[in-house]
């Protein structure tokens, strides 16, 4: 049964309001608040239904079987959902996702992307095992993996300010031009306490009080944040030299890649795509001459080649490579090369990709596929 949101608005009423018509019949009205009452006790034996059902099958966010979360965290979850970008068709998407594997509690599973994966990638397999045709199952593939790329860039269940870090977080110190790694001794108390920087010989550098820091840190999930603070003191905290610091609510969100990427080593072919004629009757000629390469990483956006032919920046190539034994084709062009050695690197932007494609690209990039 599909939950339906029912928001119930205080009445806005008057003593006078209560006057009851003389043209309305007892019975008419004993049948009215009759209807009414069993209406309220509907709706409240649903809600509890869900609400229970799916803590009875969910168990804490594991296994499969249909559950639902109840109206109030149904409802939450929406919010959250427009907040970080979802369309309505990527909502359903979600809903469909966390409710098939039996998630009680889909903030958590949101905030946390190991749990957020292992829902995907049971949706996943079975979209591909249930559809009706590969139309479809290509159709629900592709809202299912924007869907996901679309929490991988959100900010949600972040870190907001530096008293939720953990102790051992390593941060990122930049002191006079140079970056130092440090790690979180304690975020109890006025300040964050952190190890002291040490150089390459292991002594301790000296930052003056009053300094002003800018510094990075990276959570589990990869997502990178940055913010600013202050030397408040110097120290000892449990045998380590320490530095005192102002706590701050100003982290910053690091830009990322807008796709995920993965490291890879794929052989591939690349040809030589040009442009012939003008205007409307311009069309894409792809030359037959073929250079081997292989993919060192790849996202649906673009990938790395090395191959060991010369290439020139602004070219266009046909890429095909297999995967799943399946062929892949996108179309590239070459934003820029590195060369080391014989050996070149491309760097490419895909400039079309089939749906299907990028849904294999996706499976790869995420590890949802079996290989």
């Known amino acids: 049964m599909t939950n339906r949101l029912i928001t119930l608005f205080p009445l806005q009423v008057t003593a006078s309001d209560f006057s009851i018509d003389s043209s309305i019949s007892p019975l008419q009205l004993f049948i009215f608040l009759g209807v009414f009452a069993a209406i309220i006790i509907i709706m409240v034996v649903i809600n509890k239904k869900n609400s229970v059902g799916g803590a009875k099958k969910g168990g804490g966010g594991g296994g499969g079987g249909l559950s639902h979360y109840g109206i109030i965290a149904q409802f939450s979850l929406h919010r959250i959902a427009r907040n970080i970008g979802l369309d309505n068709e990527q909502i359903r998407m979600l809903d469909f996702i966390l409710k098939t594997d039996g998630v009680t509690e889909p903030e958590k599973s949101i905030a946390n992307p190991v749990l957020l994966d292992r829902h995907f990638r049971r949706t996943f397999r079975i979209i591909e095992q249930s559809s009706n045709s590969d139309e479809e199952a290509q159709r629900k593939l592709a809202v299912l993996f924007s869907t996901r790329n679309i ?3 959100s900010t949600f269940g972040s870190i907001a300010n ?5 102790d051992d977080t390593v941060l990122i110190i930049t002191f006079a031009k140079e970056k130092y790694e440090v790690s979180v001794l304690s975020t109890k108390g006025e300040h964050l306490v952190i190890e002291a920087p040490k150089n390459v010989l292991g002594s301790q550098i000296k930052i003056p009080g009053g300094t002003a820091l800018k510094i990075v840190f990276f959570t589990k999930a990869n997502k990178g944040f940055t913010f600013e603070s202050r030397v408040v003191g110097h120290g000892s905290f449990h045998n380590h030299h320490a530095l ?4 701050s609510a100003q982290l910053k969100f ?15 072919f690349l040809n030589l795509v040009y442009v012939e004629g003008s205007g409307k009757k311009q069309r894409l000629i792809v030359d037959k ?8 990483d790849i996202s649906v956006g673009g990938c790395s080649i090395k191959a060991m032919a010369p290439v020139q920046v602004g070219a266009k190539f046909k890429i095909e490579f297999m995967q799943r034994n399946i062929s892949v084709a996108a179309l590239g062009q070459v934003l820029r090369t590195n060369r080391a ?3 070149t690197t491309i760097h490419v932007r895909f400039l079309k990709v089939s749906q299907k494609s990028m849904n294999i690209i996706n499976a790869y990039v995420y590890e949802y596929a079996n290989e």
Not at 254 to 268: E, G, T
């Open 151 to 153: 929490l991988e860039n």
């Open 162 to 166: 530096t008293r939720m870090l953990k």
């Open 244 to 247: 005192q610091l102002t706590h």
């Open 254 to 268: 690091l830009s990322q890649r807008k796709f995920r990427r993965r490291s890879a080593v794929i052989a591939c």
């Open 289 to 296: 001459r073929r250079i081997n390469g292989n993919i060192a």
């Open 341 to 343: 050695g014989m050996s």
